[in-house]
Every structure is written in structure tokens, then in C-alpha cells.
């Protein structure tokens, strides 16, 4: 069988990291990963999808990342279910395997301050920012 998740898209905020008894890192987050299509208006949607990243990735993740960073993860899709007031309540969120930082550090600082330069799926309206001289590529 096959479960594998790819996923790139931003951050809709801060993720929060907590330590369970065991001492284990786990953080959860949200990210808005924008459809490939427009809806009948002509509007781009975006899905929000819950994730959760485990151990030492957590705390990198958590100390790189912020509301509208872009990042890309691997991992698999996990659902569970549970009890709540005598309703069966069910759940699905993305397991985080490992990730990626998609964007330049100051890039990434810009984004955070400046919203007026992104649409609202947080997606940059420019995306021709990138100061890469010829000798800094391998071809």
C-alpha cells in the first residue's frame, strides 16, 4: 500500500509546538495549499490542512517557521476518530516525515511583514525576487 503526502503551501499561523510525558517534541499546524483551478467566479480557493510534525524536526520547524511561510512537506495522510458527547468525531491530518524552507530567510521576514504584496491564499503577486547572479549556478 501506498500513503504519501506532498504538500506546498503556506502557514495561516504560528505553529505550535507542545512536549508530551515522554519529553517528545510534537507540533501542529495549518497550511493553505492553493487549488490548481478557479471556482465558477473565476476566484483561486485554497484547501487547509492539518499537519503534525514530531521529535527534533518539530523544534526546527518551530524555530524556522511563522504565519506565512512557505514550506513544502513529505509525509503521510493518518485519520483517527474519537468520542465527544456521545458523537463520533472524526479527524484527518498530514504526518510530517520532513520538510523544506521555500522561500530565502529575509524573503521570508518580508513576507511576514508586508501582506499588502500577497493575494489571500498568502501567495507572493511577485514571485521574480530572487537575487541569483550566473556564477551561483552549477550549469
Not at 512557505?70 to 504526518?95: A, F, M, N, P, W
Amino acid at each position: 500500500m501506498i500513503n504519501r503526502t506532498v504538500l506546498v503551501g503556506r502557514l495561516t499561523k504560528d505553529p505550535e509546538i507542545r512536549y508530551i510525558q515522554s519529553g517528545t517534541a510534537v507540533a501542529n499546524f495549518t497550511m493553505a495549499v492553493n487549488r490548481q483551478f478557479t471556482n465558477a467566479n473565476g476566484e483561486r480557493e485554497a484547501d487547509f490542512i492539518s499537519c503534525i510534525i514530531w521529535r527534533k524536526a518539530a523544534e526546527n520547524f518551530c524555530n524556522f517557521t511563522h504565519k506565512g511561510s512557505l514550506v513544502g512537506i513529505d509525509g503521510r495522510i493518518q485519520t483517527s476518530s474519537y468520542e465527544k458527547e456521545g458523537q463520533r468525531v472524526y479527524s484527518t491530518q498530514v504526518v510530517v516525515d520532513s520538510f523544506s524552507l521555500l522561500e530565502p530567510k529575509q524573503q521570508s521576514q518580508q513576507s511576514n511583514a508586508s501582506d499588502a504584496l500577497h493575494d489571500n491564499f498568502g501567495q507572493p503577486t511577485n514571485n521574480n525576487d530572487f537575487d541569483i547572479d550566473d556564477n551561483d549556478l552549477p550549469f
